[in-house]
């Protein structure tokens, strides 16, 4: 058996991808735009059993660019130094969720997720959601290939 690859050594194990997942905020997603340049934005996200989900308004550019092409790449990445620098990157073809009740349900679980102290929408935020969710698209990004990678693993070596 050969030497273990350098990117082998550095990959996260689906633990560390959930762990990952679970503390980071901000995903980057990217689209094609119409002149077939990169359109990246940084959004909140939820973690739905390793698929990234994102909510956004029906009528904006990355959803006008994921009606045309629903190729994209997400990325959620940590760290403040080469060596600290851990993430993953997603390829995918986005699937729109439309429905009222999925974009109402994923509204309330990322509120959940971002407000400190709460486990449930009520009451007059409940009724924020519930008028937002009209114009809004829940968006989710199966992963068609993967890659991960945690530099802390290399030990300071590079």
């Known amino acids: 058996m050969g030497p ?6 550095i990959k996260l194990s689906e633990e ?3 762990e990952l997942l679970g503390e980071e905020r901000i995903a980057v997603v990217s689209s094609l735009g119409l002149r077939g340049w990169p359109h990246s934005m940084p959004l909140w996200f939820v973690p739905r059993e390793e698929t990234i989900w994102i909510w956004t308004y029906a009528k904006s550019q990355k959803v006008r660019n994921l009606e045309r092409d629903p190729r994209t790449t997400v990325l959620v990445e940590a760290g403040r ?22 974009v109402l349900g994923f509204a309330e679980e990322l509120t959940v997720r971002y407000a400190e102290g709460i486990s449930t929408i009520e009451g007059d935020a409940k009724a924020a959601l519930e008028a937002q969710a009209p114009k809004r698209v829940a968006i989710s990004f199966p992963a068609l290939r993967t890659a991960t990678w945690d530099h802390r693993k290399l030990g300071g070596t590079y």
């Open 16 to 18: 560390e991808l959930r």
């Open 81 to 102: 130094s080469y060596e600290e620098l851990r993430g993953v990157m997603i390829e995918s073809e986005a699937v729109i969720h439309r429905d009222f009740e999925t």
């Open 4 to 9: 273990v690859s350098r990117r082998d050594q």
